[in-house]
């Protein structure tokens, strides 16, 4: 990436060295850089941006979100600037930490929900499943797995993972780039939206003043809660690399918990800067279930403030689980 005095693009005569090895670098060592200068200019100044913050040549990496990043270096010579770029990727300098869970209780679960997202509003259970022409939004007593309130989303609809927030649910729905948003108590469907920069529509969690949203992808997205505009995004990362397939999420004692697609366990993310400090593992739940030709993967984690517990299902899953998280 380039730019000089006229409109016209062109190689830069400069290009950033670094110590990243491979193109990556942990989070706990300090970033270096350097200028190769190959046309021996003479540089009058030169300054370097990151996350398009301004850093000096050697920049501690604590603070900085995870991923793949830009640096840019801005050098001006003999009356000129070229702009030079050059990709990093930041891992987390730690292992994730293993967990593993203890059952506290079972609940009966709607085995014919196709379950993509479950969160507590006080003691009573909401649930978002998918599906073309089975999506629902409902209202649970998850202790008998009654359904107190039922809405069918039209057929053109997947409906993916939702949230509540200010009294309202925010629900998700796949590739039609198009979530809801109701009256959490009626169900009245108060108004839409659009998604942005994101591709599709997987998992919904708030900390009270944003709301999270995954796409499928590594990238988790901020939004306003008001305009539902996605103002910046984290990349989830652990040590050794991206971790894709974000699913359902929610937001644990300041941390996301989200599963992934496809996968028995569920990652403990760092909301700051999208590192994934811990996974537990909830492969043997699933056989505690009914088997059945169309059962289906882990999806579903809910927080209860009242039981100060937590709950997970899964796709056509018979049972809901209260769990107790235990490190390994």
């Known amino acids: 990436m380039s730019c000089g005095s006229n409109s016209s693009q062109k190689k830069s005569d400069f290009t950033i060295k670094?110590?990243?090895?491979?193109?990556?670098?942990?989070?706990?060592?300090?970033?270096?850089?350097?200028?190769?200068?190959?046309?021996?200019?003479?540089?009058?100044?030169?300054?370097?941006?990151?996350?398009?913050?301004?850093?000096?040549?050697?920049?501690?990496?604590?603070?900085?979100?995870?991923?793949?990043?830009?640096?840019?270096?801005?050098?001006y010579f003999n009356g000129e600037k070229q702009v030079t770029a050059s990709a990093i990727t930041i891992?987390?300098?730690?292992?994730?930490?293993?967990?593993?869970?203890?059952?506290?209780?079972?609940?009966?679960?709607?085995?014919?929900?196709?379950?993509?997202?479950?969160?507590?509003?006080?003691?009573?259970?909401?649930?978002?499943?998918?599906?073309?022409?089975?999506?629902?939004?409902?209202?649970?007593?998850?202790?008998?797995?009654?359904?107190?309130?039922?809405?069918?989303?039209?057929?053109?609809?997947?409906?993916?993972g939702l949230t509540i927030l200010n009294n309202k649910v925010y629900q998700l729905t796949w590739q039609e780039d198009t979530g809801f948003v109701y009256d959490v108590n009626t169900f009245e469907k108060l108004s839409s939206f659009k998604y942005g920069n994101s591709k599709q529509g997987w998992g919904l969690c708030n900390n009270d003043k944003?709301?999270?949203?995954?796409?499928?992808?590594?990238?988790?997205?901020?939004?306003?809660?008001?305009t539902l505009i996605e103002q910046e995004f984290i990349q989830v990362y652990t040590n050794k690399g991206k971790i894709i397939?974000?699913?359902?999420?929610?937001?644990?004692?300041?941390?996301?918990?989200?599963?992934?697609?496809?996968?028995?366990?569920?990652?403990?993310?760092?909301?700051?800067?999208?590192?994934?400090?811990?996974?537990i593992d909830f492969t043997p739940l699933k056989k505690k279930v009914k088997q059945h030709e169309s059962l289906d993967v882990l999806n579903g984690i809910a927080y209860n403030p009242k039981t100060k517990s937590i709950f997970v299902t899964g796709k056509r899953w018979d049972k809901l689980f209260e769990v107790e998280i235990i490190e390994k």
């Open 245 to 279: 397939g974000i699913n359902e999420m929610e937001w644990i004692d300041g941390k996301i918990y989200a599963n992934r697609y496809q996968k028995n366990g569920v990652a403990i993310i760092n909301p700051k800067n999208g590192a994934v400090i811990g996974v």
């Open 210 to 226: 944003i709301i999270y949203k995954s796409d499928g992808t590594e990238k988790i997205w901020l939004l306003d809660p008001e």
């Open 91 to 160: 891992l987390n300098s730690d292992t994730p930490k293993v967990y593993t869970y203890k059952i506290i209780n079972e609940y009966p679960h709607d085995i014919t929900a196709y379950t993509q997202g479950i969160e507590f509003f006080g003691d009573t259970l909401y649930e978002s499943t998918g599906q073309y022409k089975e999506s629902k939004l409902r209202k649970l007593d998850y202790k008998t797995g009654k359904i107190l309130k039922n809405m069918n989303l039209a057929d053109e609809y997947f409906g993916e």
């Open 18 to 75: 670094t110590n990243a090895k491979k193109g990556n670098i942990p989070n706990n060592e300090t970033l270096k850089l350097s200028l190769e200068n190959k046309k021996n200019h003479t540089i009058d100044s030169v300054f370097y941006t990151l996350e398009s913050n301004r850093i000096k040549d050697s920049y501690v990496l604590k603070n900085v979100k995870l991923g793949k990043q830009t640096i840019e270096a801005t050098v």
